[in-house]
C-alpha cells in the first residue's frame, strides 16, 4: 500500500497477514493482529445523537456526530414507500386499497355482518340475507 507520511514523502507498506487489520498509527497506517485490539477503543460520539431515515426524502444529511439529523420521516409513512398512509385506524376494522396508492379501513360492525363489494364500490358491512 502507498501512502503519504507526516513530511510528504511517498512511502510503501508491505501487505498485512491474515487476520490483521489496517489501522492508523503513529507515524502512518500499520498492521495490527485483530486478536490484540481492545475492545471499545473507537471513539465514542459525544452526546447521544441521533439519525431517522426518511423514505420518501431524496435529500442527504451530514452526520458528524455532534448533533442530531432528522433525514426521518416526521409524520406518516406513504404507501408508495412501503407505509400505510395512516396515522390513526379504527379498532377492528378492515384495510382495503380504495384507491390504487391510497388504503382506508371499513369501520367494525355488528357480530354476523357480511363483508361485501364490487369492483367499483367500498367494502361494506350487511346483514345476512340482505342484499347490496
Known amino acids: 500500500m502507498v501512502y503519504i507520511d507526516s513530511s510528504n514523502a511517498i512511502?510503501?507498506?508491505?501487505?498485512?497477514?491474515?487476520?490483521?487489520?489496517?489501522?492508523q498509527g503513529a507515524s502512518g497506517p500499520e498492521w495490527k493482529?485483530?486478536?490484540?485490539?481492545?475492545?471499545?477503543?473507537?471513539?465514542?460520539?459525544?452526546?447521544?445523537?441521533?439519525?431517522?431515515?426518511?423514505l420518501?426524502?431524496?435529500?442527504?444529511?451530514?452526520?458528524?456526530?455532534a448533533?442530531?439529523?432528522t433525514p426521518g420521516v416526521k409524520n406518516t409513512l406513504g404507501v408508495g414507500n412501503g407505509g400505510t398512509g395512516k396515522s390513526s385506524w379504527n379498532k377492528y376494522g378492515v384495510v382495503y386499497a380504495s384507491e390504487t396508492n391510497t388504503l382506508s379501513d371499513v369501520?367494525?360492525?355488528?357480530?354476523?355482518?357480511?363483508?361485501?363489494?364490487?369492483t367499483s364500490q367500498a367494502p361494506t358491512w350487511l346483514a345476512p340475507g340482505t342484499s347490496g
Open 11 to 23: 512511502n510503501e507498506l508491505a501487505l498485512g497477514t491474515s487476520g490483521q487489520v489496517l489501522m
Open 33 to 54: 493482529n485483530q486478536s490484540t485490539i481492545a475492545a471499545g477503543t473507537a471513539a465514542a460520539l459525544s452526546g447521544s445523537p441521533t439519525i431517522q431515515v426518511d
Open 56 to 65: 420518501a426524502s431524496t435529500s442527504a444529511e451530514s452526520f458528524n456526530g
Open 67 to 69: 448533533s442530531d439529523v
Open 107 to 118: 369501520v367494525a360492525a355488528k357480530k354476523g355482518s357480511i363483508l361485501v363489494t364490487t
